[in-house]
């Protein structure tokens, strides 16, 4: 049990009143009868003390629950309940503090709260992750105050709850709604509509304006005694891999996220893509943390593959291109389109180029390459000084050096795309569709 503030409050008023009495005695001022009620006060203070106490001494009977996600998305906000179920027949004063996982934002804690006898109160607030893993929450950290309110215990109490956070699927979630009133491409996706040309025959319709001599079936059309066309889609059934780069320059943070982070953003939504697509996804990761997950159809592998990058993180290892190359080799034998995510420099040709070139003999292979803010921010900024200068001309180097880069992959028959990282998303997504498109895989 220790003094709360308005105890402390109390003290100092009656400290600074002593204090008055001494300083009016020493210049002359009668004041004994402050010294006589004073004497008296003081005495009721104690007593008053002494009976507040008493109403603190026993625990107060507590039933607490909790409400919580048990799988949370990495940087948004998530509504976290405290259900507190005071069992005795006397009002509760408390203060509450949630065990929540460090190291993450909250709003609307501490609250001070008064429980009604035998009544339940339910607490709000919300919790924003900012990393990834399983994380735990204990129980909440209480403050009891007595009926006064003078002096107040501490102790812990109510359940403890286990909660992942995995990777902002809340993209995934926007695609969804806007797919389904064809607004997707309010994310930046581009939906070229197709008049029946395309690679896989998927149905017979009536004949619509703009369809293609060629599309006609004429027997269809003679049976039903109007103009018939066949309708295409994109071919199913292909096989898609991502290799992420785990290395130390995915910890490169833009924003509220690492590069790595960005890149399991992008690799979610158009894992999901994909899937509706019809694809096989699959996984590979490198440079530090090693993990193979297979090309698997259907939706349920987005839940599988959460669970497979949930608490993955970039390690402080170099980039290892090829032998991750060589891994995938012997896991793949199938065609696919191989997505490496990363973030590359030009120190890395050596070592990244010949890696593509192995993975190019029997797939179809594109680099999702990002970009650092900084680099643009160098770049177009108004050179002032003579340190501008150097980081103008320095950028401008560093640019050209990257384009050739890619220059260089592209006459290796390799995709390349150079993006800002929360860019990626939809850049990846329309490279995928163009590719599918391109009759290529």
Known sequence: MTPSKRLLFLSGGITIATCLIFIGNLFGYNLNFLETYGHYLFAATLILLLIDSLTLIKSPVLHIEREAPASMSLGEWHKIKLI????????????????????????????????????????????RPLHRGEYSFTPCYIKSFSLIGLWQRQFCLGPSTKTR???????????????????VSQMGIRQKPRRGEG???????????????????????????????????DE???????????????????????????????????????????????????????????PTKGLHTINQL?????????????????????????????????????????ENADDLIPALKLLRRRHLVLLANLREHILDTLHTQPIEDFN??????????????????????????????????????????????????????
């Open 84 to 127: 507190m179920t005071n069992t005795e027949d006397s009002p509760q004063l408390l203060s509450v503090i949630d065990g929540y996982p460090q190291g993450h934002e909250v709003k609307n804690l501490p609250q001070d709260i008064t429980i009604p006898p035998a009544k339940r109160l339910v607490i709000h607030y919300e919790l």
């Open 165 to 183: 956070v995995y990777p902002n699927f809340a993209a995934i979630s926007h695609y969804l709604l806007l797919a389904t009133d064809n607004h």
């Open 199 to 233: 690679l896989e025959f998927h149905q017979l319709r009536e004949y619509r304006e703009g369809d293609s001599m060629r599309q006609i079936d004429w027997k269809s059309s003679a049976r039903k005694r109007k103009l018939i066309s066949r309708e295409y889609q």
């Open 236 to 294: 199913r059934d292909q096989q898609i891999i991502f290799m992420l780069d785990c290395g130390q320059r995915m910890r490169t943070q833009d924003g509220d996220l690492s590069h790595f982070d960005h890149c399991l953003n992008a690799m979610l939504l158009l894992a999901y893509v994909a899937l509706k697509q019809g694809d096989a996804v699959g996984l590979i990761t490198f440079s530090g943390q090693h993990r193979w997950y297979p």
């Open 306 to 346: 959460l669970n497979q990058v949930y608490d993955l993180q970039a390690t402080t290892q170099a980039s290892d291109y090829s032998s991750a190359a060589k891994h995938l080799m012997q896991y793949q034998p199938k065609r696919s389109l191989i997505i490496t995510l990363s973030n590359v420099r030009d």
């Open 388 to 441: 501008g200068a150097l980081n103008h001309a320095a950028s401008e180097v560093y640019l050209k050096q990257r384009k050739a880069l890619h220059d260089q992959l592209i006459s290796q028959s390799i995709f390349t795309l150079d993006s800002l990282p929360e860019k990626l998303p939809p850049a990846i997504v329309n490279r995928y569709l163009d590719i599918k498109r391109s009759n290529q895989l």
